[in-house]
């Protein structure tokens, strides 16, 4: 206990040390998740400090590498970062690797799960940590009028105009707002998602042919990663 107590330290003491970094920065980090169906790009949100600085650490000590996306629902999400993941036999249950440590939760208004949210894991703790190193990308369909105020009901919080229009028109998965952390985006690779997500699957929805990841962090200008991906940065 105190070893997991220690690794958390470790984590938020960085986390102090990004942020102010990050207000200052002309430059961003984009994540690359590179698998076997093709290559995937996010940026990490500043408003969710302590996800951010986890992940990154994760993924600058390579803790993702050879990982399995070990869970796939189509129409709904994929997910990954299982330790024990890497390597696990194909009749092999996954799903409950952990790294030793929670995130405290970071509920943001305007981060919500759009198709394409990159968001944190998290088994059923009241106060709704997420897990240190499972993540899912969320695959979602479009929803009607009628349908969205369904999943509304289910939501944690209320929806604003612009994030039930995004949910009509682009996708997502409207009731786990408020539920689970979103912290990043997809800005490039949204085919390799729907691929992964339509692949065939076991009966415990683990693909039956391993989706493996490498993930590394490359540091750019922000206004290159608006030029080149689309993603708007706001003020």
Not at 52 to 74: E, P, Q
């Amino acid at each position: 206990m105190k070893n997991h107590k220690s690794i958390l330290l470790t984590v938020l003491c960085l986390i102090s040390v990004s942020v102010f970094a990050q207000k200052k920065s002309k430059k961003d980090e984009v994540v690359i998740v590179e698998t076997n169906m093709g290559t995937m790009r996010f940026i990490l949100f500043e408003e969710t400090p302590k996800h951010k600085a986890n992940f990154l650490k994760l993924a600058g000590d390579k803790f993702y590498d050879g990982l399995l996306f070990h869970r796939v629902i189509d129409d709904f999400m994929i997910q990954g970062g299982d330790p024990e993941s890497k390597n696990a036999k194909p009749d092999e249950m996954l799903g409950k690797g952990e790294n030793g440590y929670r995130v405290p939760a970071e509920f943001n208004a305007k981060l919500f799960h759009q198709k394409g949210a990159l968001a944190a894991a998290r088994d059923n703790n009241p106060a709704k940590e997420s897990s240190g190193c499972q993540f899912y990308i969320v695959d979602g369909r479009k929803w009607s009028k009628t349908d969205l105020q369904k999943q509304e009901a289910r939501a944690a919080r209320k929806l604003t105009d612009d994030q039930k229009k995004v949910y009509e028109t682009i996708g997502g998965t409207p009731h786990l707002d408020g539920a689970y952390t979103v912290f990043g985006q997809l800005i490039d690779g949204m085919e390799v998602v729907e691929k992964i997500a339509s692949v065939d699957l076991d009966e415990r929805n683990r693909p039956e042919k391993d989706v493996s990841m490498k993930v590394s962090v490359k540091k750019m200008k922000k206004k290159k990663i608006t030029k080149k991906y689309g993603w708007n940065y706001k003020a």
